[in-house]
């Protein structure tokens, strides 16, 4: 029996020694940080580098936070412009836990973390906001974009901004890390997600585009009707041009074709009266050899042609 008693405790005594080695030790891996604390406050250094750490069983606890960038995604905001102008502002931003103990002790957790965040960043944001003209918060250059020649007119009256977009969220990256260095927290990058114009501004916008858009319609409209007209014009005088020319040219053709006819005619004339000779005397023998045959008795007149060739012949 005492063997037996023995035996148990030894068994008791192993579990508990396994369970307060496990309940000792902590393993953090690649991606997390840690500090110990003991009834809520931290006890020693942050634990950093991954792998086994060990504390004190069942009096210290561990918190663990995240080592990797950690993303802050900014609420839609209604914020006026320095020249007065109300627009929508979407920001986001990355972050970083660098001092784990530090950051327990001011905020306590991630969620306390992103809350802290929301302040300072919304704050910053205004600010920049309300301290600079539209035109700076949505132009990071005076680089001229490349467009037709005809709009280089409205290029011409863009003004040149000072600042710029990207030096803004500089600028609301640099004060807001000076209000997050003794949470331990650092903010890597910070930039404007999206701008627009107000719900109640955007539709005056909007009918604004519009009209200077149909305006510049109206504009390469007339020009094209005029530039119509124009061609019909050139049509209309090379045309006319054209027919004149063919008129001309076909009045010379016909007067040499006249001159021609009429030389020829004038030839023709000198050779008439033989050839009309010729042509009376064959007609009339044609004639005899139709209408008479040996039985026929023929009367003449002596103003006859026939008679005139018959007293020839003989």
Do not use: C
């Amino acid at each position: 029996m005492n063997m037996g008693i023995r035996n148990i405790l030894l068994i008791v005594v192993a579990v508990a020694v396994i369970a307060v080695s496990f309940s000792g030790a902590f393993v953090l891996d690649e991606t997390q940080q840690a500090i110990v604390t003991q009834f809520g406050r931290p006890v020693g250094e942050p634990r950093t580098e991954p792998g086994m750490h060990f504390k004190v069983p069942f009096i210290q606890s561990v918190q663990y936070f995240d080592k990797r960038f950690l993303e802050w995604d900014g609420d839609v905001n209604q914020v006026p412009t320095k020249d007065k102008t109300f627009i929508l502002v979407d920001t986001y931003a990355r972050w970083e836990i660098t001092d784990p103990l530090q950051f327990f002790i001011r905020l306590r957790d991630e969620r306390s973390g992103q809350s802290r965040l929301d302040d300072i960043l919304d704050g910053e944001t205004r600010n920049a906001v309300a301290g600079h003209d539209l035109l700076e918060l949505v132009r990071s250059s005076n680089r001229k974009p490349e467009v037709v020649e005809d709009y280089m007119q409205e290029l011409e009256m863009l003004e040149d901004i000072k600042v710029g977009r990207s030096k803004i969220e500089a600028q609301v990256l640099k004060r807001a890390n000076e209000r997050t260095s003794d949470l331990g927290i650092r903010i890597l990058d910070f930039r404007f997600k999206r701008m627009n114009y107000a719900e109640e501004v955007r539709d005056r916008v909007y009918e604004r585009m519009i009209s200077e858009r149909n305006r510049i319609a109206d504009q390469f409209r007339s020009e094209g009707q005029g530039e119509a007209r124009k061609i019909q014009g050139d049509k209309e005088r090379d045309l006319a041009k054209i027919q004149s020319e063919a008129i001309m040219e076909s009045e010379r053709i016909r007067g040499r074709a006249d001159s021609t006819a009429t030389a020829v005619y004038a030839r023709a004339y000198n050779r008439t009266a033989a050839s009309r000779e010729l042509y009376g005397f064959l007609k009339s023998l044609d004639v005899l050899e139709k209408s008479i045959d040996t039985q026929s008795t023929v009367i003449l007149s002596t103003e006859s042609e026939l008679y005139r060739y018959l007293k020839k012949m003989n």
